[in-house]
């Protein structure tokens, strides 16, 4: 049992001395993205934590935009967990390679004041892979421009076409 209680210690303590020797700084921003499953525009917030050389760890959300549709309110909304690999670091830009976890969350409601049958709304989460790639572009700031494409391997799938910036910190 002790070994369960200290087991969350021991992941922070080798995150933190990882962390430390990477070579890249932390990176956290904002994005603009579109979804082609769901044909719609999301605003999202990512981060970026280096590992060790060439790894960085990259969580991620983005809320795409409430959607109606004769009657029918959609919400989505998508988390991610993923690993970029850079394969090219010059001085200009760095191009990467990811791949991770999404875990995607969809509500529909249907509200028709003139329908017999009433208000009705269903909610689903799915988990599916993450598969893409993107580019950060140095531009000799502490600001980071980047565009990033990804494939969401998952019921229907989708991709997803973001932009933005980090920001080192």
């Known amino acids: 049992m002790k070994t369960i209680k ?3 210690a021991i992941v922070l303590f080798l995150i933190f001395s990882l962390t430390a020797s990477a070579q890249t700084e932390t990176r956290i921003g904002g994005l603009l993205a579109y979804g082609t499953e769901i044909k719609n525009l999301g605003i999202g917030a990512n981060a970026e934590f280096p590992v060790i050389e060439k790894l960085t760890i990259s969580p991620s959300f ?3 935009l409430p959607k109606k549709e004769t009657g029918i309110k959609i919400n989505w909304f998508e ?3 993923n690993a970029n690999y850079y394969f ?4 200009k830009v760095e191009v990467y390679g990811l791949a991770g976890l999404n875990y995607s969350s969809v509500k529909v409601k249907y ?3 003139l329908s017999f049958l009433g208000d009705f709304s269903a909610s689903d989460g799915r988990i599916g892979l993450n598969l ?6 140095n531009i ?4 980071t421009p980047f565009a990033e494409l990804k494939y969401v391997i998952i019921d229907g799938g989708q991709l997803v076409i973001a932009g933005g910036v980090k920001f080192n910190i």
């Open 88 to 91: 090219l670091q010059e001085e």
């Open 79 to 81: 988390v991610n967990a």
């Open 111 to 113: 509200a028709e004041e």
């Open 132 to 137: 893409g790639g993107g580019a950060n572009f």
């Open 140 to 143: 000799g700031s502490s600001i």
């Open 6 to 8: 200290s087991l969350p």
């Open 62 to 64: 983005i809320f795409y």
